[in-house]
């Protein structure tokens, strides 16, 4: 059945022929290999990998811990890491410094539910740049540095494609 030209009872795009692939480099730019799994550095800091740890929990967060992180950006992170170096730049009173959780802050419960449940059905990926590469002029092996330090590989472009 038709409405509006959409069909009722079949999910959208269903059936729909494409040639992109689910592994690997997607024409969309996106490395699913690397996709959410942080690395990118905003000064100092270094976003986090927000996809499944080992146990399954989105950067090793429990579903409390990440609506209170979005809520108020309180560092579970560093808390539970403090030796990371990209902690030990500060402040004193772990806030997530690249996480736009004041944006987020007023979401309700189910929505940041929803979002910790799509976090958490995402592959396991990883950085490109690690926490030992450092961020430019800041820290690990890129310090003295004013580019990336990790290598320009076809897996890991460097400089990053947009995303």
Same mark, same amino acid.
């Given at each position: 059945?038709?409405? %509006?030209? =959409?069909?009722?009872?079949?999910?959208?795009?269903?059936? +729909?022929?494409?040639?992109? %692939?689910?592994?690997?480099?997607?024409?969309?730019?996106?490395?699913?290999?690397?996709?959410?799994?942080?690395?990118?550095?905003?000064?100092?800091?270094? +976003?986090?990998?927000? +996809? &499944?740890?080992?146990?399954?929990? #989105?950067?090793? *967060?429990?579903?409390?811990?990440? =609506? $209170?992180? *979005?809520? $108020?950006?309180?560092?579970?992170?560093?808390?539970?890491? &403090? %030796?990371? &170096? =990209?902690?030990?730049?500060?402040?004193? $009173?772990?806030?997530? /410094?690249?996480? &736009?959780?004041? $944006?987020?802050?007023?979401?309700?419960?189910?929505? @940041?539910?929803?979002?910790?449940?799509? @976090?958490?059905?995402? #592959?396991?990926?990883?950085?490109?740049?690690?926490?030992?590469?450092?961020?430019?002029?800041? %820290?690990?092996?890129?310090?003295? /540095?004013?580019?990336?330090?990790?290598?320009?590989?076809?897996?890991?472009?460097?400089?990053?494609? #947009?995303?």
């Amino acid at each position: 059945m038709w409405s %509006s030209g =959409i069909a009722i009872g079949i999910a959208p795009f269903e059936g +729909t022929p494409s040639s992109q %692939s689910v592994e690997g480099r997607l024409k969309a730019n996106f490395n699913t290999s690397h996709y959410m799994g942080g690395g990118q550095c905003f000064g100092p800091f270094m +976003t986090r990998n927000l +996809t &499944p740890d080992h146990n399954g929990l #989105p950067e090793g *967060l429990t579903e409390a811990e990440f =609506i $209170t992180a *979005l809520r $108020t950006g309180e560092d579970f992170y560093c808390e539970k890491a &403090p %030796s990371d &170096p =990209i902690c030990a730049l500060g402040p004193e $009173t772990p806030v997530l /410094q690249v996480m &736009p959780w004041p $944006t987020y802050h007023n979401m309700k419960d189910t929505d @940041l539910r929803a979002t910790y449940a799509y @976090l958490k059905a995402l #592959p396991r990926a990883s950085a490109c740049n690690t926490v030992a590469n450092g961020c430019p002029g800041f %820290s690990g092996d890129a310090a003295k /540095q004013s580019t990336y330090a990790y290598q320009n590989t076809e897996d890991c472009p460097n400089p990053a494609a #947009p995303q």
